[in-house]
């Protein structure tokens, strides 16, 4: 079909996307035509992708070229939270910044973009559990034929993933426009109600119960104390279990819950790898435990420990099988291997023994994303009462099934993108006392301005991860705990009108009492030019084989 390149400008004359001589579709082969469906705020562009050869090709890339918001235009980085991002061409062309790959490094596969006026929002709805397959959301200036009607920005989506022969898929990208209003906190958000509702048919709300209270972190062994006459690198020579058995670190544990202290989190109970250090955290999280004789013989006594207070267990490199100690072998987990469910499920039944409630998932990073889905939902069936809870910084849909964790001494911001997907979500934010020091340039913190630091993360709705000690005689007090528990942010970050509880998920535009400042957008296709000049190289990452 003849390919149509977009116009969107505001019912009173402003440019938002004019053609700049870009097409729909770069990289694919094979046969495209694409849908349009219109929105008083925008458009929802379908694309549907053909491959009627014989063998497969690359998807390639959804292009949208033209977008004409000025040089400088306001957004936000996704990965890890929300934090303000700047895309800032300097009046340059061929300027290619930081690309957001959904859902390796990206929350939703959204892109949000402002200037003095206006939001642009760009939401790309695709199956994900059918399709199982990232895609790269990459802002652009290009130069060349694509500059000639002016500077402009173009954002390319690349469909990491390969059409077999005979298929046939489709892929909506929605946008949404939306003035300006910088008396409404993270009124952007407007123009992403398209990819909520899309989201939710897929993946409905969030289902864990969501706990709040801080939780203590306790790491038993580190790299640096690995050696000869210490192989599992235990930090605490009276903590060792494969010495001294399990009684001694059940007693540590107790005198933090005699604190206040209900939630604990274990960082290498087993120890670590003294040669192959590079694979540290063991997938051997608990296992170990049961064949050395100090700590088989003890794991009783952890084990009561985990009646009285929610025991956690990290769970190291989960998605990396090893089968045998500290030999630099392993293998991505897959649970349809046999071989590699028994180990994991040898694991998870030695943790429910000591009676773990929590199980943090280290480095949940190496599977697709429909397998690491059922993955989480499988272990949540065979292991009732039993949290999960992902590292790192895990994508929308498993945040739906798992809490996430991430680092929080540099957050600022409520998690706003959780709070407007995934109201009732649980974010673990760990806090590294060195670091928060260094940001307040002070060589160390005092106990009042650690608690300070907890009570901050709090309040953007974080649950807290200290590895700080308390003075002796401190305690958690009821006040002080209350301070420290994780507000529910998603009752203030996102708009009142916006919120699950009082509005749908698409205003409602035919309602009189809808905002009347709104504008109005009109929306042209504009046919491919006469002219189609030859574009340049391919300015894009590279799609990886």
Known sequence: MQQNMLTLRTLSGRDIITPNSSTFFEGFAGESEVRFEHNPDGIDLVFTLRNNTAQPMPLGRLVFGGIRLGDRLDSFDFRRGLEEWTYNNQGRENHFPTAFTYPNDAYSPVMVLGNDHHWLGFSLLYPLMEYNHPARLHMMTLSGPFARSGRNWTLQITLMDELQPAEAREYAVAIRLAPRDDSTDHDWLRTLTPYRTYFHDQFGPVQYERNTMPVRGVILAQNAQARDNNPYGYINNDLRSDIRGLKPTADHLQRFAEQGWSRMMLWAPSGVFQHHQNLNFPFQFITPLLDRPASARTLHEL???????????????SHQVMHGWDNGQFERLDPNNPTHLQAARAELSAARQINASTIGLDAFAYMPPAEAYAWVRQMRQENPGV?????????????????????????????????????????WAGIRVDFV??????????????LLELERVARLGFVPVSWFDLHPDSRLTPALLRRLEARPTWETSVPPDLQIASAPDEPDHN????????????????????????PPSDPAPKRPT
């Open 511 to 534: 309602d009189p009492d809808s905002p009347p400042d709104r504008e109005t957008v009109v929306l042209t296709l504009a046919p491919r030019p006469p002219s189609d000049p030859t």
């Open 303 to 317: 084990a009561a420990v985990g009646r009285d207070v929610d025991l956690g267990l990290w769970w190291g490199r």
């Open 437 to 450: 020091a260094n940001r307040l340039g002070k060589a160390r913190l005092n106990q009042q301005e650690i």
């Open 387 to 427: 949290l999960f809870v992902t590292e790192h910084s895990q994508a929308d849909f498993l945040h739906t099934i798992a809490p996430t964790y991430i680092a929080g001494h540099n957050k600022f911001s409520p998690h706003v993108l959780a709070d407007f997907l995934n109201p009732g979500h649980e974010t």
